[in-house]
């Protein structure tokens, strides 16, 4: 019987750590990370978002170091994701314009001359809410349109921030898996162009350029570290999933730049959505998440694994864990709330789960064992990405300001 209360941690017995060949696709390699990143470096309002150091959480929980990388601040929009709509949409636009993206950048992109060589475009996605916010927002910057859908019971803050946009934002009466068909079929009907972050047969260019597009942030952690904490490499590394693009793209670029030595990597989901938990028991084919995805981590209620994430996944990450709510509250509480004079970070569901795994591992006396052989201990190095900020403000307060005075952490 599965305790749908704690976590569950399962090694990767297809992980190829040490192995002779190199599986990685050259979309997440160190040249393809460096395009990505001069291309964002165009936007007017591009900057890294910080990489904080947390000692003293560090110290509570038994490691030698906590950095967190805050993707709350990225372009104003409190999420990591426009960096891969941004970029996939502008790789789109330059292979209609048959220009290499390395000599396009945002403001040319953006011109009258591009409406005139291939007119109004309608960009079409289904969403959580993040990813639309992001296609919709990087649509609105480049001049064109978007439309995208949401699953039921979307947060209402997330809907109307992309209606902000301009955008057209419509919740359908099903789930986010579903969403992705819709917006295949109306981009079908209608000759729009989907943009979206998962990948399926015939459908992989476009999640590929999203994938890069992430890598500006693991290149932009790498940075960071180097010049903040140049004696602090991190060993272990926690990525949440949902379709897996975001962790795959980051844990590939790692693996690329340095295929001997790249961090224990666990990747984190909820019980509701734990597609990749659950295909690393299988036999090597990615496998779906049952059931009606219910979890507070929207971004990642994904059921179905992207392929192009699976297969880096499965071949480079550690171990995979499934985590019921309370666990991604617990981060958002230690994130948000935090020890001694750490700095605060504002952490939404989906970005908070990583560190709450974190605390659950070390503090919870069941997890020795693994601790001992994940080499958990006061002398790791832990890297978190916070991948989006109080993207549901309502359920941010309720579960940081009001169940904290309840736990009397507040
Ligand atoms: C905040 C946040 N974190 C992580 C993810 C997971 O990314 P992916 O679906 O690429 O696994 C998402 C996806 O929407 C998200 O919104």
Known sequence: MVNKEAAQVRLNPMNRRNGNEMNIPEFVSPKAAQIAQAFHRTFPDYHPTPLVGLPKLAAKLGIRQ????????????????????????????CDRLKLPIEEA??????????????????????????????VAWAAAQ???????????????QRVEAIRQTGA??????????????LSDQMARERGWQVIQDTAWEGYTDIPAWIMQGYTTMAAEAIQQIAEQFPEEAPTHLFLQAGVGSMAAAVLGHGVARNPSKYPFTIIVE????????????????????????????????????????????????????????SVAADGMRSLGLPVGDDQPIVSGESGAVGVGLLAALMQQEEWEDFRKTAKLDETSVVLCFSTEGDTDRESYERIVRHDAKIKGKA
């Open 142 to 156: 480049l001049g064109q349109r978007a439309v995208v859908y949401l699953p039921k019971g979307s947060a209402s």
């Open 270 to 325: 909820p019980h509701a959505a734990d597609c990749f938990y659950r295909s690393a028991a299988g036999d090597g084919r990615a496998l779906p998440a049952m059931g009606d995805l219910r979890t507070i981590m929207a971004g990642l209620a994904c059921g179905e694994p992207s392929p192009l994430a699976w297969e880096i996944l499965r071949d480079y990450a550690d171990a995979f864990a499934s985590c019921p709510d």
């Open 105 to 134: 950048d945002f403001a040319y992109l953006r011109s009258e001359e591009v409406k005139r060589q291939l007119g109004e475009l309608t960009f079409v996605t289904a969403t959580d809410g993040n990813h639309g916010r992001a």
């Open 168 to 181: 057209h934002a419509h919740v359908i009466n099903g789930s986010y898996d579903e969403a992705v068909r």
């Open 66 to 93: 906590l950095l967190v990388k805050d993707e709350s601040h990225r372009f104003g929009l409190n999420a990591f994701k426009v960096l891969g709509a941004s970029y996939a949409m502008a790789c789109y636009l």
